[in-house]
Nanobody, 114 residues
């Protein structure tokens, strides 16, 4: 079992920045780490993922504004969010894969005011 804990959400004005962090409890064999989001009344969607080797993947809607990174030694993944827009408002969830299973955090709310 892997415990996943997110932090760093909050309220920010449009054009502002936030950094989300996610820590995984297990220290070995962590695979892909990623961020997903779910806005009110919508399905959960991919935001960004990063492999243990550093390869990244982004949703088109966040390319050029968000940056995902990870610290493999600490099993922490970050999401730097710049130029935030009201449509980025959602609950952001961290996902961690280990031995073919995915583990999710409880989510952290990001609200962008116009």
């Amino acid at each position: 079992q892997v415990q996943v804990v997110e932090s760093g959400g909050g309220l920010v004005q449009a054009g502002g920045s936030l950094r989300l962090s996610c820590a995984a409890s297990r220290s070995n064999f962590i695979g892909v780490m990623g961020w997903y989001r779910q806005a009110l009344g919508k399905q959960r969607e991919l935001v960004a993922t990063i492999t243990s080797g550093g390869s990244t993947n982004y949703a088109d809607s966040v390319k050029g504004r968000f940056t995902i990174s990870r610290d493999n030694a600490k099993n922490i993944v970050y999401l730097q969010m710049n130029s935030l827009k009201p449509e980025d408002t959602a609950v952001y969830y961290c996902s961690v894969s280990r031995w073919g299973s995915s583990y999710w955090g409880q989510g952290t709310q990001v609200t962008v005011s116009s």
